[in-house]
């Protein structure tokens, strides 16, 4: 697997990036102090429960907020260069053409009343100086590649004759028609049967390591995420839970919040009476506990959790922002808690 | 397709026919017409030979058939109350209702359509505010109200533009057409605004709800995550989409105008079939109104066929070819 070294300059960075939405009871913070980097060529997982504020991070990465959501605070910076910032017109053209993105539906995703061809043939148009019948080559050469079987003739067809799985292909080749260094998938295989989900993320995986694409993928899924990351994010009430490499945040979580997370999923091979679950439910944004956010529901709870917020720690190799690491990088086994049988606050 | 089409063929012949009963109907409500033809010193046996000779005589039915049969060669009979054929009438007052509703629909379209996408993308804006508000005045003013003012305000004060007729007309065979003079044009101006005032606000308030809709799509989203522009985006991924609707309405708006410019034509005095109908119904010129109402519901039932093959040119998921689809 290439690139993926951590002391790579980062394509990406996010850094203590805060999102707001203004409403009549008052301001919503969905994203509080999030920062995080994206190496060239990486894949970085973002897990965690609905309402946690993966996607709302990748839209604002995009520049697609919707009113009245808005960035108030932090910097994202591609290639060093701040972006957060932009006339729209500058930010515009970054879209497309060096961050593309993925969404979840595909059926709802592409124009009903164009052609696929006219759609990509368009957005290619719109990045790249090419004459039309280029652009046609390249979208021809592009369906072929997300495996669209037939693309000559393919081409032609409306987004209505083409199945699910096919769908989101014809969006992936949308969203890397102009060769973007990055891909944001907001849950990109949810909507489609289990059956084409793997050939899907197989398809992007494939994809972005021949490109050299680094891709952010938000998801709820963990299977999908040991498979395709080489680092995962956990969000919790739209803060970063814990942040390392994939197999250390599975097999060794640091945070008592991803240890939950971990145990609360059904693996094959394992005899389990019951799935081990979290107590309680993530606050809404407008009732965050002072202090970690997760302290209402933590096993692990002291005094110190409810009045101060915890920052990123280092926690063996990953980061994570829970008190228990503020004495050093000592790796904790917090599985045992969320094993059957053991007693919870 | 053509199914289709000859489906929604024969269901307009099922209207024409149901149109033409009531439109034969309205003959009877006004009693005899031999009583109304003859004399009053007229003799039963005059009124047997009238009877007969214009086939009153004959069963219900038999005298429906030959209206329907008259009505499809054009043939309406003659006016009570101008003695001339009805279909000569109507050919001769058609282009003047025709060009006021062609301007009227015009005008409601190419006002209605920009200023209806302007308010869904400035949706803030005080311009548009004001546009929705005055929106609602034209909703809830009544027409003549309209004309009146127009009137009141451009040929009385101002005197810029005739208050009523249809000024010089030029004759293209059997049109006669207002549009090539300079007086028919300014004639054309204020009844044009009334009868499109009405469809502007309208049109400009479905665009706009259609517009917020679909600007909330995730094919929208993508679009712009594409890095498209906003202009790509708002007029050619967005407002293709509202089309299908603002077609609908637009087409049986169209019907509603050239039907309802009765008012607008009295007001304005304008020569066309409205103002025609107006008058036979003070003289209860019964061919005349059976001959307009027969008219009216062809001109709709044309339109909305019109409207239905339209929807299949802008929306591809109609004139998919069943089969051979990569299915759901």
């Known amino acids: ?345 | 397709m053509i199914a289709f089409v000859l489906r929604r063929l024969l269901q307009g012949v099922i209207v024409m026919l149901v149109v033409g009963l009531i439109a034969f109907s309205l003959f009877n409500f006004v009693g005899d017409p031999v009583s109304l033809m003859l004399p009053p010193e007229a003799t039963q046996a005059d009124r047997d030979a009238m009877r007969q000779a214009l086939g009153l005589d004959k069963p219900f039915y038999v005298q429906f058939v030959t209206f329907i049969g008259n009505a499809v060669q054009g043939n309406f009979g003659i006016s009570l109350r101008l003695g001339r054929p009805v279909s000569t009438l109507l050919v001769e007052r058609l282009p003047a209702t025709l060009e006021l509703a062609f301007t009227a629909a015009m005008i409601g379209l190419l006002v209605g359509i920009p200023v209806g996408v302007y308010t869904a993308l400035k949706r803030d804006s005080w311009v548009s505010r004001a546009l929705l508000t005055t929106s609602l005045v034209g909703v809830s003013l009544p027409n003549f109200l309209i004309g009146i003012f127009l009137i009141l305000i451009f040929a009385v004060w101002l005197g810029w533009l005739p208050s009523f007729g249809r000024g010089d007309t030029v004759k293209i065979g059997l049109w006669s057409t207002g549009f090539l003079t300079k007086s028919g044009l300014k004639s054309l101006i204020l009844p044009a605004i009334t009868l499109g005032f009405f469809p502007v606000t309208l049109i400009m308030r479905l665009v706009r709800a259609e517009m917020l809709e679909v600007l909330r799509t995730d094919y929208i989203k993508f679009a712009r995550a594409r890095g498209l522009s906003d202009r790509a985006v708002n007029f050619g991924h967005a407002l293709k989409n509202t089309l299908v609707p603002v077609i609908t309405i637009t087409g049986l708006q169209l019907g509603g105008i050239i039907a309802f410019a009765i008012i607008t034509e009295t007001v304005f005095q304008w020569p066309g079939m409205g103002l025609l109908f107006v008058q036979a119904v003070q003289f209860a010129d019964i061919p005349v109104m059976a001959a307009y109402l027969c008219l009216i519901g062809l001109i709709f039932v044309v339109i909305n066929l019109v409207v239905d093959m339209l929807y299949y040119l802008v929306d591809p998921r109609l004139r998919a070819e069943r089969g051979g689809s990569g299915g759901h």
């Open chain 1, 1 to 345: 697997m290439p690139a993926a070294t951590p002391d790579a300059k980062p394509l990406l960075q996010v850094k203590n990036l805060r999102v707001e939405f203004n409403t009549r009871r008052g301001t919503l913070v969905a994203i509080d102090d999030v920062s995080f980097d994206i190496a060239p060529g990486e894949v970085l997982g973002v897990v965690g429960e609905s309402g946690a504020g993966k996607s709302i991070t990748g839209t604002a990465i995009i520049g697609l907020l919707e009113p009245p959501g808005r960035i108030a605070g932090g910097e994202i910076l591609l290639e060093g260069m701040r972006i957060d910032n932009l006339p729209a017109e500058e930010m515009r053209k970054i879209r497309g053409r060096r961050i593309g993105a993925i969404f979840q539906d595909p059926l709802t995703s592409l124009n009903p009343l164009y052609t696929i061809g006219h759609q990509l043939t368009e957005t290619i148009q719109t990045h790249l100086a090419m004459s039309m019948a280029q652009a046609r080559a390249r979208a021809i050469e592009l369906l072929a590649e997300v495996g669209i079987p037939a693309p000559e003739r393919r081409i032609d067809h409306y987004p209505h004759q083409f199945s699910g799985g096919m769908r989101q292909r014809v969006v992936i080749a949308l969203a890397l028609c102009a060769n973007p260094q990055l891909i944001i998938a907001d849950e990109p295989t949810t909507a489609l049967d289990v059956s084409i989900q793997a050939q899907i993320i197989t398809l992007l995986k494939r994809l972005c390591r021949d490109n050299g694409t680094a891709v952010m993928l938000v998801t709820h899924d963990m299977g999908v995420i040991a498979e395709t990351a080489d680092r995962v994010a956990v969000m919790y009430a739209g803060r970063i839970a814990e942040i390392g490499p994939v197999q250390e945040v599975i097999h060794n979580p640091q945070h008592p919040y991803t240890a939950g997370l971990m145990a609360s999923i059904p693996a094959l091979g394992h005899e389990v009476e019951r799935l081990s679950q979290i107590e309680g439910s993530m606050p809404r944004l407008n009732a965050i506990p002072t202090g970690c956010a997760f302290n209402p529901r933590c096993p692990r709870v002291f005094g110190r959790c409810t009045v101060e917020r915890p920052s990123l720690l280092p926690a063996g190799k990953s980061l994570a922002a829970c008190w228990l690491h503020a004495e050093g990088s000592v790796p904790l086994d917090l599985n045992k808690d969320w094993s059957e049988g053991a007693v919870h606050a």
